[in-house]
């Protein structure tokens, strides 16, 4: 019988999903300046709990606190901060959800660093000179990133997720070009992916059999030169050996914006594409189509559902078994309870009305993530100049308490 929303999920550890939607994974800028959880995740994620998906990722925790995606990140490289972050994953149990931490180093993409940037290869990202991790650094990252996984299994987190999409550090180790290595985690497809490929299985190691482990993978990195369909496919075919559960496919980077539905150009892919890639909506379905036949891990697509039909056709297609929604959570966390009851047909989209470029619209979601997480609306009536500006004006005052907290303990 082919599946549907409400159908419940299986995964191949023996956990059961409640239905099949989950949420997309989303940075929150919540964290305090020693960048723990905070009652803002608390409210936040009760919030996303009772509005209905059957499994939540967390926004990207990073495995190392002096390399940041933005000042606001949890990242977990001590064992501080642990009793927020059960209130954090007890919140996100509520309404019998699944949540699941997203595990994440920037490498050269990092928002915030206390020391510059670093990732595979020597280099330069824009105009800022990014150093090469050493051999001992990129075995550590394998220490690094289990630590964190397990500590969302002990503070009770029900999954995790190992971020490997968008440009950050996995992805980066995975694409040419980034990746110049010439020792063991650099020429080959297999050495590219070793990194990823470790850390996945020394996580399974590590948790055990029975808890959920994923991975967020780039489809291609939709740029000339860089990680082809045919090698994730590949690199998917090793990661279900290694032990994982659900692969999430995505793509793109902060430079090819595709994972947020733009183009080379930054314009709409809805505003530029072929009907019938928009009328199946998702960005990344056809990749899904391709993989399906390969292997039989459970497969999310997340990136442009937006209407029911799309999302039912795409399960019943069985190319799809969980579909991921993101940015209209931020605008009411309420929607999946409507999709599953079947009251409401399409979620809301508002960058589609109108004419606005990629940061001013991400940053409308980032500041409703905030409002959420205050117990207030989202704004409904958009200035999406003003957007731009609080956004960065927040970031701004976090990126000054998390330099000043790492002063302070420097000096301590
Ligand atoms: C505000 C915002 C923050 C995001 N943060 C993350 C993140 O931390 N990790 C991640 O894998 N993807 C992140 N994404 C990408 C989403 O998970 C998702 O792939 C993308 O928004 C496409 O899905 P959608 O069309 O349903 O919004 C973020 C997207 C937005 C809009």
């Known amino acids: 019988m082919p599946a549907h929303l409400n159908s419940p999920l299986t995964l191949p550890c023996g956990a059961v999903l409640k239905n099949r939607i989950a949420k997309g994974a989303m940075t929150e800028g919540l964290a305090n300046p020693l960048n723990q959880a905070t009652e803002e995740h608390v409210t936040l994620y009760r919030r996303w709990a009772k509005g209905g998906c059957g499994m939540l990722l967390t926004g990207n925790v990073q495995v190392d606190r002096r390399h940041l995606e933005r000042p606001g990140n949890v990242a977990i490289d001590g064992n501080d901060g642990l009793a927020a972050l059960a209130a954090y994953a007890a919140a996100g149990r509520e309404n019998n959800t699944h949540i699941w931490m997203q595990i994440n180093h920037p490498g050269r993409q990092a928002g ?40 969302a299994q002990q503070t009770g987190f029900t999954g995790v997720q190992v971020h490997s999409a968008h440009g950050y550090l996995m992805s980066q180790f995975l694409s040419p070009l ?43 990195d939709f740029q000339k030169g860089g990680l082809t369909e045919d090698e994730s496919c590949e690199v998917v075919r090793w990661l279900c050996d290694a032990g994982m559960d ?11 914006q595709v994972m947020v539905g ?35 891990v459970p497969l999310m697509v997340t990136g442009g559902f937006r209407t029911l039909s799309a999302m039912e056709a795409a399960l019943a297609s069985g190319e799809v078994d969980v579909i991921g929604l993101a940015r209209p959570l931020c605008i009411d966390a309420d929607l999946p309870n409507q999709l599953l009851a079947g009251t409401i047909a399409r979620l809301p989209s508002p960058e589609e009305e109108t004419t606005v470029d990629t940061g001013s619209s991400i940053a409308y979601y980032f500041n409703q993530v905030r409002k959420l997480a205050a117990g207030e609306d989202a704004d409904r009536d958009i200035d999406w100049a003003e957007q731009l ?3 960065s004006d927040f970031d701004g005052a976090a990126e000054v308490r998390y330099r000043a907290a790492l002063s302070e303990a420097a000096t301590a």
């Open 389 to 391: 500006q609080r956004h």
């Open 112 to 151: 915030v660093t206390a020391e510059g940037l670093a990732g595979p290869s020597a280099g330069t990202y824009g105009d800022a000179p990014v150093r090469a991790l050493d051999g001992a650094e990129v075995e550590d990252l394998v220490r690094r990133f289990v630590h964190v996984a397990r500590t």
């Open 262 to 296: 733009r183009d080379q150009s930054g314009e709409l892919i809805s505003r530029t594409k072929k009907a019938s890639t928009i009328a199946r909506e998702a960005y990344f379905l056809e990749f899904a189509a391709k993989l399906r036949p390969q292997v039989t």
């Open 246 to 256: 659900l692969l999430e496919i995505s793509g793109g980077n902060y430079e090819s």
């Open 178 to 220: 980034t990746n110049h290595r010439t020792d063991a985690w650099g020429g080959s497809l297999e050495n590219r992916a070793r990194l990823l490929v470790d850390v996945t299985r020394a996580i399974r190691a590590a948790v055990g059999a029975e808890f959920p482990v994923s991975v967020k993978l780039n489809s291609s």
